[in-house]
């Protein structure tokens, strides 16, 4: 079993900035074949994707609505493997349950094809 907790969340106005960590621990499969990523999920849609990141870090991608806004890394230089999500110019729109995710082999933007999940954090963008 993989855990992933998940933190930072909290309230920002618009134009503000959080940052999201995730922290991954136990098994983690064979670790230079893994992804992980961030999705959110807002009331009453579907979890989408937002970010992910290879495990050399390498490999990085981004849904077209965060780009140049969010910035993910991986720290995997320990047992506990560490991912942050760096969010910038936050808009109400980025409201939402923030999930960290892991899943074996490369990247998916679709929720379904992720292995572990982390319980979320909450990201609220208001005035």
């Known amino acids: 079993q993989v855990q992933l907790v998940e933190s930072g969340g909290g309230l920002v106005q618009p134009g503000g900035s959080l940052r999201l960590f995730c922290v991954a621990s136990?098994?983690?499969?064979?670790?230079?074949?893994?992804?992980m990523g961030w999705f959110r999920q807002a009331p009453g849609k579907e979890r989408e994707f937002v970010a992910l990141?290879?495990?050399?870090?390498?490999?990085?991608?981004?849904a077209d609505s965060v780009k140049g806004r969010f910035t993910i890394s991986i720290d995997n230089a320990k047992n506990t493997v560490t991912v942050d999500l760096q969010m910038n110019s936050l808009k109400p729109e980025d409201t939402g349950v923030y999930y960290c995710a892991v899943k074996s082999g490369g990247g998916s933007s679709s929720a379904g094809d992720w292995d572990y999940w982390g319980q979320g954090t909450q990201v609220t963008v208001s005035s």
């Open positions: 990141i290879s495990w050399s870090g390498g490999i990085t991608n981004y």
């Open positions: 136990g098994r983690t499969f064979s670790r230079y074949t893994m992804t």
